[in-house]
């Protein structure tokens, strides 16, 4: 039960700061939302934009998972732990999906940085709550 309510607040807490770096986005970095319009992205994705809300709670139940096993393998503790683990996460699962998507996609450099970034930064917020949880 306690990593159920565990992951629902780490999920909660990703998508309220997603939601906001979303909006932020759109202020700082026009040029970049602009990329969004391109044809290679779904121009109406009404029937699967739930999927951008469930992330959290997967990405959240997925860090979690490697969060406990992690014990032995990283010593640190607080957010030196936290962020060892969300930078493995994205150097382990991100990094080699976002070449692969630069290969096959017209999309540019930068927003496939922005989007580890952008990953890195959703796995340390889960992980800043499971430190603070535990």
């Not at 139940?61 to 010593?75: G, P, Q, V, Y």
């Not at 096959?104 to 922005?114: E, L």
Request: hydrophobic fraction near 60%; charge should be neutral; proline fraction near 3%.
């Amino acid at each position: 039960m306690k990593n159920f309510v565990t992951i629902l607040l780490a999920g909660a807490t990703v998508l309220i700061v997603s939601v906001g770096l979303l909006y932020g986005l759109i202020s700082f970095f026009p040029v970049l939302i602009e990329e969004y319009y391109s044809p290679v992205f779904r121009s109406n994705s009404f029937n699967t934009d739930w999927l951008f809300y469930l992330h959290p709670f997967a990405l959240s139940a997925a860090i979690l998972w490697f969060w406990n096993r992690s014990k032995e393998l990283i010593t640190e503790t607080g957010v030196a732990k936290a962020l060892k683990v969300s930078v493995t996460y994205g150097l382990v699962a991100m990094a080699p999906v976002l070449l692969l998507t630069f290969s096959a996609i017209d999309i540019s450099a930068f927003m496939v940085v922005t989007w580890l970034v952008y990953g890195i930064l959703q796995a340390l917020l889960a992980c800043l709550v499971f430190e603070w949880r535990s």
